[in-house]
């Protein structure tokens, strides 16, 4: 191929499968990668982290047998794991998988993760301890909402998207405001632009009342197949960090195993929680009006949904 050639080569397809926890995403980009030269990477904030296996949904053994899977496993659990360095790990893992001629995949449900591939990544200015403990010792004083009106004057865009209960983001919102003199909406600008054409972002979707029952079964099946159990080995081992720990239903299996909570009601509080989590994953979603939505239906197979999915992510192409 010539130079001029190379140079009209249209860039490769960056490709993406997402939605809500449960939707079944994992067994239709298994499927594809089974079938087509595809590798699937992992868009998931909780499958980074190693032993957490049934309550993250991880691929089983046999699943990474039959197909190449990405940026699973990479830190102990009670590290933590910035955007930063996932991005990092993503972007090497896509070279990797391309220099085997192989086609990436992203597929999870981590909206942030997908903000960061597509729309770049914000940072900010470092975090300063001195202003940050400050602004916490003020919130564990005066309360969340007297931060909240305070991020409300001088940031109003902000305080609108945050919650006056969310008192990490709103010390965040205020540290950045108090270290750059800038609010942290301005600098987070850069994040309106959208993916261009060289960008396939499809996703699937089904009736809230479906996902509930499918997210309900699924609680039960994890539970039965030893989510306790796995939990109080990592708890054995040393335990869960604050990100790891956050994540649904391992800290409410964690504070179960402390005796903070009954046994009884376990999987109905686990259930309610993480469909409360698909809720947020749908708003985060209103953000990409580009993904193409694949409806699932009661009776659609995984087969069909595949061949949906494989339409939308133009797999001929590079």
């Given amino acids: 191929m010539s130079a001029?050639?190379?140079?009209?080569?249209?860039?490769?397809?960056?490709?993406?499968?997402?939605?809500?926890?449960?939707?079944?995403?994992?067994?239709v980009a298994q499927l594809l990668a089974e079938r087509r030269p595809l590798a699937l990477l992992s868009l998931d904030s909780m499958q980074v982290f190693r032993g957490m296996d049934?309550?993250?949904a991880?691929?089983?053994?046999?699943?990474?047998?039959?197909a190449t899977h990405e940026l699973l496993d990479l830190v102990d659990p009670r590290e933590s794991f910035s955007v930063a360095r996932w991005l990092a790990a993503a972007e090497e893992a896509r070279a990797r998988v391309r220099?085997?001629?192989?086609?990436?995949?992203?597929?999870?449900?981590?909206?942030?993760?997908?903000?960061?591939?597509?729309?770049?990544?914000?940072?900010g200015p470092s975090s300063d301890p001195e202003v940050r403990e400050r602004?916490?010792?003020?919130?564990?004083?005066?309360?969340?909402?007297?931060?909240?009106?305070?991020?409300?004057?001088?940031?109003?865009?902000a305080a609108a998207r945050i919650h006056p209960n969310d008192v990490k983001r709103i010390v965040r919102a205020l540290e950045v405001f108090e270290l750059t003199g800038e609010p942290i909406s301005?600098?987070?600008?850069?994040?309106?632009?959208?993916?261009?054409?060289?960008?396939?972002?499809?996703?699937?979707?089904?009736?809230?009342e479906q996902l509930d029952a499918r997210i309900a079964a699924r609680?039960?099946?994890?539970?039965?197949?030893?989510?306790?159990?796995?939990?109080?080995?990592?708890?054995?081992?040393?335990?869960?960090?604050?990100?790891?720990?956050?994540?649904?239903?391992?800290?409410?299996?964690?504070?179960?195993?402390?005796?903070?909570r009954p046994r009884e009601g376990l999987e109905i509080e686990i259930a309610t929680a993480?469909?409360?989590?698909?809720?947020?994953?749908?708003?985060?979603?209103r953000s990409f009006p580009q993904i193409q939505w694949v409806h699932v239906a009661p009776e659609s197979s995984v087969e069909e949904l595949a061949a949906a999915v494989e339409r939308r992510l133009d797999l001929d192409r590079p």
Wanted: net charge positive.
């Fill in 4 to 27: 001029n050639e190379a140079e009209k080569s249209p860039a490769p397809l960056e490709r993406y499968l997402v939605g809500p926890t449960g939707v079944g995403k994992s067994a």
């Fill in 54 to 56: 049934l309550g993250t």
């Fill in 58 to 66: 991880k691929p089983t053994p046999a699943e990474r047998a039959r």
């Fill in 99 to 123: 220099a085997r001629g192989l086609k990436p995949l992203f597929v999870g449900g981590t909206a942030l993760y997908l903000k960061a591939l597509t729309h770049g990544l914000f940072e």
């Fill in 135 to 157: 602004l916490q010792r003020r919130a564990d004083a005066e309360g969340s909402q007297v931060l909240h009106g305070e991020l409300l004057r001088c940031d109003p865009v």
């Fill in 186 to 208: 301005e600098l987070q600008r850069e994040w309106s632009r959208r993916p261009g054409e060289g960008a396939r972002i499809v996703g699937l979707t089904m009736p809230r």
């Fill in 219 to 260: 609680v039960r099946e994890m539970i039965a197949a030893g989510w306790i159990e796995e939990v109080a080995r990592l708890e054995a081992e040393g335990g869960l960090g604050l990100q790891a720990g956050a994540a649904v239903g391992y800290a409410q299996i964690a504070a179960h195993l402390r005796g903070e």
């Fill in 274 to 285: 993480t469909r409360r989590f698909a809720r947020r994953q749908m708003t985060w979603y």
